[in-house]
């Protein structure tokens, strides 16, 4: 019996395997949506990549030095030094920086004597890197004139005073998001994070309508009723094919978590266990409602019709779609199976509450007992024409 289920489960799996469009739709899918929704509705600022060539070698060049390998502005500017002025400005024509700097080598002299002196800057492409790196410049040159108006001020020793001050200061201030964090559109976690749960949750259930849809099609073509009428166990082939879909669900949830957390840098968190807990009985809760459904609908073309309805239904209602949805429908985002997965694997990405993630876990584990079991009642259905 054991050898029966372990062999269908295997070929189903080899079957899913020479799909190429099924794996497209299953995996390559999930993964496009994610970086076209995840890219398009991400407000973190990325750093500006600044090519930067310092010509001055006279006695500020130290402190220039020092200003851009410090760490105080590593999240906003990335620094690529290059060997001339003009390649600065190719940097930024090329598109290979964001930004340019170029500081002229009689800049300390002109400093010291009083003149005005200035970096030649060069703006891309991108405005908000303009804006960053503008910044950046700024912070350096407000600090350069405040320190030799005090030396002109107070005596030689006043820089020393105000960076001592600056030093204080700036222990009391701190970067964050502005208002209540219960406010942002994604909760605690970003946009990618967000939509990589939102769509390996609804193309999980997807695959759950695989095995559904398998064993139509057996039905279908009669392979179920000579598998009936041979003398080995037809319930273990029949949760055989099951178990394949299962196991391309396993495979479908390994590569976007791998892929995502690797080429779109998204952080999962290191609560494996916990996460492939939630893909496993969301796996669970879609096979069983696709068999559900398919114990109604009677064909393939319905069966297929109905659940991608149903589930294109589920994620909108659960905020997959359009982030906040699911705060205007209520009650009605609760009861669909995305919404607990979702909140689930959130609360895990984000590590911010432990309980909240564990009882959507239990709540989700409870709606795929419940649907699994109505399934194996309504199995028959599916896999006998005369049921």
């Excluded at 970067?175 to 559109?185: A, F, K, P």
Aim: proline share 2%.
């Amino acid at each position: 019996m054991i050898r029966v289920w372990l062999t269908t489960a295997y070929y189903e799996l080899v079957k899913y395997g020479r799909m190429k469009s099924v794996l497209v739709i299953l995996i390559g899918l999930p993964l496009l949506l994610i970086l076209l929704l995840g890219s398009a509705f991400d407000t973190d600022l990325k750093p500006a990549k600044v090519a930067l060539y310092v010509a001055d070698q006279g006695e500020l060049s130290g402190s220039i030095g020092e200003f851009w390998n410090g760490e105080a502005i590593k999240p906003f500017v990335f620094v690529l030094k290059t060997d001339s002025g003009q390649e600065v400005e190719d940097y930024v024509t090329e598109g290979i920086a964001d930004y340019g700097v170029y500081v002229p080598a009689d800049f300390s002299q002109k400093v010291l004597a009083g003149e005005k002196a200035v970096w030649k800057t060069f703006s891309g492409r991108y405005a908000e890197k303009n804006v960053a790196a503008d910044a950046v410049i700024g912070r350096y040159m407000a600090e350069l004139n405040l320190k030799f108006a005090a030396m002109a001020t107070l005596g030689t020793d006043a820089p020393v005073r105000i960076g001592n001050a600056d030093a204080r200061r700036q222990s009391l201030v701190a970067i964050g998001n502005l208002g209540n964090t219960e406010d942002r559109l994604f909760g605690e976690t970003s946009a990618m994070q967000y939509y990589a749960a939102a769509y390996l949750i609804m193309f999980l259930l997807f695959s759950g309508m695989s095995a559904a849809l398998a064993l139509l099609g057996q039905k279908e073509d009669g392979t179920l009723r000579r598998l009936y009428a041979m003398p080995s166990s037809f319930r273990a082939a029949v949760f055989g094919v099951v178990t394949g879909a299962v196991m391309l669900a396993c495979l479908q949830s390994l590569v976007v978590i791998v892929f995502t957390k690797y080429v779109y840098d998204v952080e999962w968190s290191g609560h494996y266990l916990a996460i492939a807990a939630v893909c496993l009985l969301t796996t669970a809760a879609g096979t069983g409602l696709a068999i559900i459904v398919a114990s109604v609908a009677g064909t393939s073309k319905s069966t297929q019709t109905l659940f991608t309805i149903l589930v294109t239904t589920m994620t909108f209602l659960s905020g997959g779609m359009m982030a906040g949805i699911q705060n205007m429908v209520g009650i009605a985002s609760k009861l669909t199976i995305n919404h607990w997965a979702n909140i689930s694997l959130r609360a895990i990405m984000s590590g911010s509450d432990a309980a909240a993630a564990w009882n959507a876990i239990g709540v989700l584990a409870a709606i795929a007992a419940v649907l699994s079991l109505i399934a194996i009642f309504r199995l028959p259905k599916v896999v006998m024409r005369h049921a």
